[in-house]
């Protein structure tokens, strides 16, 4: 009778003599290392987002002076900054002329960025050189295109005004002191700072059609506008959205370019929420008002960001 003995195999182990980390242990260290590279991330956007707008939003609610920056004091007065502000007639006009500043400005880019697009996307000479002139005015800082135009547009002394006169078209127009021309002029101005912005990122999504495309319409007899309307548009889309909100993100809180063109004048006819904020709080050191505007300013901005990132993801369905 024979015996057969079992030989029991133990399980190998790993160099080192230390067993090897199983997949849950794997996983933990590959989500910590994930949370690793995104947490800088979160702590930027918590310190320097974050905090503020909730500091914004408690201002609101405080009688806020400049007193408080000695005395640490900022009682609570419920909502009578926010009653207050909208309960002035400047608030209204302020509003009415951020809507129009906005669209106004953003149509005008959007639209010569597009043209400028389309046109540099073909191959001709002086092509680069051009399209390098034409994003100087997106170099040059803000308030310094805004003081150079406010001395093209100066109604008596105005390379502008001067111009025109010397084509028998009038040289007399008070671009920037008419309460029916001031707004006017500020968008021009923002539209040409503007242009170059668009026609970068939209010539950028214009290099990304395929060429295949536009050759099939050539062949199907399409014309210019059908191919734009069919083939150029409908693959913008993505890059659209994305000239669409930046700009509006940056052109509804414009401060520097309309105090260095008008300062809100005349007679507030270009007084936007930016300018409104800034004169409560840092020229009538109402901080409370101040923080009630900037909130409005910030709300506005989001509400319209989703609504239009919705609206977008909806027509890509």
């Not at 940056?250 to 409104?276: E, N, W």
Request: with cysteine; aromatic share 12%.
């Amino acid at each position: 009778m024979t015996t057969s003995t079992a030989t029991v195999r133990t399980p190998a182990k790993a160099s080192g003599g230390t067993a090897a980390p199983g997949p849950d242990r794997l996983h933990r260290r590959r989500r910590l290392a994930q949370w690793g590279f995104v947490a800088p991330a979160v702590v930027f956007m918590l310190l320097f987002f974050g905090y503020p707008l909730v500091r914004n939003v408690v201002m609101s609610f405080q009688h806020y002076t400049p007193k408080t920056f000695f005395t640490g004091e900022a009682p609570f007065n419920g909502t009578d900054n926010w009653s207050n502000v909208f309960q002035d007639a400047l608030f209204g006009k302020a509003l009415w002329h951020t809507l129009v500043f906005t669209a106004g400005s953003l149509l005008g880019q959007f639209c010569i960025g597009l043209a400028l697009a389309v046109f540099f996307a073909r191959r001709f000479p002086l092509n680069g050189v051009l399209r390098s002139l034409i994003l100087l005015p997106w170099l040059v800082p803000m308030v310094v295109s805004g003081i150079v135009w406010r001395r093209i547009l100066d109604q008596d002394t105005g390379v502008l005004n001067s111009f025109l006169d010397t084509l028998g078209l009038g040289g007399h127009t008070p671009w920037l002191t008419s309460p029916d021309m001031a707004l006017l002029s500020v968008i021009l101005v923002n539209v040409w700072i503007g242009i170059p912005f668009n026609m970068v990122i939209l010539y950028g999504g214009l290099q990304e059609i395929p060429k295949e495309l536009y050759e099939a319409a050539s062949l199907d007899g399409a014309s210019a506008w059908r191919t734009f309307r069919s083939i150029t548009l409908p693959m913008l889309r993505p890059v659209t959205t994305v000239v669409l909100v930046l700009g509006f993100m940056s052109t509804v809180k414009i401060l520097d370019l309309i105090l260095a063109l008008t300062d809100g004048g005349p007679a507030d006819a270009t007084q936007t929420l930016g300018t409104l904020t800034y004169q409560n709080s840092f020229v009538q050191l109402d901080f409370g008002a101040g923080a009630v505007v900037g909130n409005v300013l910030i709300l506005v901005s989001a509400v319209f960001a989703v609504l239009y990132l919705r609206a977008n993801r909806t027509e890509g369905k």
